[in-house]
């Protein structure tokens, strides 16, 4: 089985699903509110989980009411843990998001305890793959990434400065084309994959500066796109580490990213191997 360990954030996620998505100085009602699990970290490791890889979580929580529902979902499906850290000043990280009818949303984040993630937290254990995002200090990912003898993805959101030896140690890289556009040259730096996703229209993966497989999306009907870039990440990553053929890996990674963008939520969106298999098949 492989194993896989995910250094990131862990948050809960308040979304309102809206008629549509407010303008700046617009107030918009008729919203139905939910709440979920979510954070981009906890996020990838329970995708990687339902996929079939052994996942532990790296990550730091608060000491408040949102903490154990933030958790719940990891808990109950076996992600390990035991490696969490605890810090009573900082609330638990809350995401604020809006969703339209459409799918489409927009998401604003406290990040609260996810700030406290320091050095001192990570510990690797012998897994095969490492997972990190920027919703954590980027300090720790760097820490992270220049520790981590195995497959490491670097999945570049949200956008912001990093030390360039995290582009160089990367096994792969992955950014959606808004990401791509604000890094610009800088991934040039990837001796590994670079996996640009374009939402409906599928994503690329390139090596080199050379495009090595192209994969369009399934054709769903979009409900909530949250989680779906996780659930991408998560599936590439374990696809790759399995050794599967790059076009193949990515084919897969899309399908995983339209079952999740096909349900609520983004925990509760993520696929299982058999859920994403069965759209492949039918693909």
């Known amino acids: 089985m492989t194993r896989i360990v995910v250094v990131g954030s862990i948050n809960l996620d308040l979304s309102a699903s809206a ?16 709440r979920f699990p979510g954070g981009k970290g906890a996020n990838q490791a329970l995708a990687a989980k339902r ?5 532990r979580l790296i990550g730091c929580v608060g000491r408040d009411a949102y903490t154990e529902e933030a958790l719940a979902l990891l808990r109950e499906e076996g992600v390990d843990l035991d490696s969490l850290v605890v810090d009573p000043s900082e609330p638990t990280g809350v995401a604020m998001i809006s969703v339209d009818p459409s799918g489409e949303n927009t ?23 490492l997972i990190c995002q920027l919703e954590v200090p980027v300090d720790t990912v760097a820490h992270a990434a220049n520790g981590f003898d195995g497959f490491f993805t670097a999945n570049l959101a949200p956008t912001k400065e990093i030390d360039v030896t995290v582009l160089q140690r990367a096994d792969l890289v992955i950014v959606n084309e808004v990401e791509a556009a604000w890094y610009g040259a800088a991934l040039s730096a990837c001796d590994g994959y670079v996996a640009t996703t374009f939402g409906a229209a ?11 497989a192209r994969a369009p ?27 599967q053929d790059p076009q193949d890996a990515l084919r897969f990674a899309c399908a995983a990213g339209a079952c999740a963008a096909s349900k609520p939520g983004a925990q509760t969106s993520l696929p299982t191997r058999s859920d994403v298999e069965s759209m492949l098949e039918v693909e």
Do not use: Y
């Open 19 to 34: 008629p549509k998505l407010p303008q700046p100085g617009e107030t918009v009602t008729g919203a139905t509110l939910s």
């Open 51 to 55: 996929l079939g890889a052994d996942v």
């Open 107 to 129: 998401i604003v984040v406290a990040p609260g305890a996810n700030t406290k993630l320091n050095n001192d937290a990570v510990v690797f254990d012998g897994e095969d793959a």
């Open 202 to 212: 599928g994503a690329v993966l390139e090596r080199d500066g050379e495009t090595i």
């Open 217 to 243: 999306s399934p054709r769903i009907t979009a409900v909530d796109t949250v989680g779906a870039g996780d659930s991408f990440t998560a599936a590439l990553t374990v696809a790759l580490v399995e050794k």
